[in-house]
C-alpha cells in the first residue's frame, strides 16, 4: 500500500503504520484507528486472537480478534454502566452472574454493592483472565474479592444447568456476535436467563450500537418482549474507543416485584468509596434510557 508519510495529499493508506485499525464486517467501511506505542502480548486461544498493546493516548488496550474490547482510558464509561444500570435497579441484590466479562471490570464494579454476597463469573477463555491480571490490574482487581467465583467455560451451558430463580442480577459482558459470543445474542441463550432469574430479578446484556446494528437490537428487543414479562428498555453509553462512539445495552426484567429501570431505587454512594466511580451518577442512569428519535421510533419503549 501507499505509505502515510507521503506527501501526496491524494494518497490513500490502508493501513497507517504504526497505528491500530479496527477493521470488521461488523461496521463496513468504516475503522477506528489507535496510535501504537509497543505491542505487550500477542497469542492464539482455543477461541479467539488476543492481543495487548500501549497506545499513546488511551493507555493500555485489549483486542479480540482484532476488535478492541477495552482500553485503560474508557474502560470506566462501560463496566460502571453495564453494572450499575440493573444492580441500581432493584432494591437488594444478592446473588449476580456475569457471562463473559473475562477482563474482570464487571466484577470490580459488582463487589461496590455491599449488598451482594455472592458473584458468579463464567468466562469462555481462560487467556483473557490470565492477560488481564497480567497488563490490566487495576481492571482484574475485580477477582480478588472474595464473593467471587470464576467459572472457565462457555456461557450458554453455563445457564442452562443453574437451577430456576438463583440469581438476582444477570449481566451479559459479552463480544460481538461473530465468534464465539455469537449464541449470547439469541432467542434460547435469554430464555434460560429468565429461568435463572428470582421473580423481579434484572439482566443487563451488552447490545450493540444503534448507529451500527439496528437489525440486530430489534432482533434482541422482539425477543425480550416474547420472554420477559416485567420490563424491556434499552440504555446506552458513549464509549470512545468501540465502533461509532457509543454501546447500547439491554435492560429487562422477570414477572414479580416491578422494576423500574429509569428511576434508580439502589443509590450506589461513591463519594465515601476509596475508588470513587468515575463515570456513572443516578442523573446518568436516568438520561442513558432517553433515545434519540431515530432510535425511539424503531425500539420503542416498554
Ligand atoms: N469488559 C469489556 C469492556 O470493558 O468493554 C469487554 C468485553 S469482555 C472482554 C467479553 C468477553 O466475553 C471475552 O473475554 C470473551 O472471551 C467472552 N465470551 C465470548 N463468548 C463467550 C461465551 N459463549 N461464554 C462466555 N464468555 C464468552
Known amino acids: 500500500g501507499v505509505s502515510a508519510s507521503t506527501n501526496d495529499p491524494n494518497a490513500i493508506s490502508s493501513i497507517i503504520p504504526g497505528w491500530f485499525s479496527e477493521i470488521s464486517p461488523m461496521w463496513p467501511g468504516e475503522a477506528h484507528s489507535l496510535k501504537v506505542e509497543k505491542i505487550l502480548f500477542e497469542g492464539k486461544s482455543e477461541y479467539q486472537n488476543v492481543m495487548v498493546f500501549q497506545s499513546s493516548t488511551y493507555g493500555k488496550v485489549l483486542v ?118 455469537q449464541e449470547l445474542f439469541e432467542k434460547p441463550f435469554f430464555e434460560s436467563i429468565a429461568r435463572a432469574l428470582i421473580p423481579g430479578g434484572v439482566v443487563c446484556t451488552q447490545a450493540e450500537s444503534i448507529w451500527l446494528h439496528m437489525h440486530i437490537i430489534e432482533d434482541i428487543v422482539a425477543n425480550c418482549r416474547h420472554i420477559f414479562k416485567g420490563s424491556v428498555n434499552y440504555a446506552w453509553t458513549t464509549v470512545p474507543t468501540y465502533p461509532s462512539g457509543m454501546i447500547g445495552f439491554m435492560l429487562c426484567s422477570t414477572e414479580g416485584p416491578s422494576v423500574d429501570f429509569k428511576h434508580p431505587v439502589n443509590p450506589i454512594d461513591s463519594e465515601i468509596s476509596a475508588k470513587p466511580l468515575k463515570f456513572y451518577n443516578s442523573e446518568l442512569h436516568t438520561a442513558a434510557f432517553c433515545l434519540p428519535s431515530f432510535a425511539k421510533k424503531a425500539i420503542g419503549s416498554k
Open 64 to 181: 479480540l480478534d482484532g476488535v478492541i474490547q477495552l482500553t485503560e482510558r474508557d474502560e470506566c464509561a462501560y463496566q460502571e454502566m453495564i453494572t450499575h444500570l440493573p444492580l441500581c435497579s432493584i432494591p437488594n441484590p444478592k446473588k449476580v452472574l456475569v457471562i463473559g466479562g473475562g477482563d474482570g471490570g464487571v466484577l470490580r464494579e459488582v463487589a461496590r454493592h455491599n449488598s451482594v454476597e455472592k458473584i458468579d463469573i463464567c468466562e469462555i477463555d481462560k487467556m483473557v483472565v490470565d492477560v488481564s491480571k497480567q497488563f490490566f490490574p487495576d481492571v482484574a482487581v475485580g477477582y480478588e474479592d472474595k464473593r467471587v467465583t470464576l467459572h472457565i467455560g462457555d456461557g450458554v451451558a453455563f445457564l442452562k444447568a443453574v437451577p430456576q430463580g438463583t440469581y438476582d442480577a444477570v449481566i451479559v459482558d459479552s463480544s460481538d456476535p461473530i465468534g464465539p459470543a
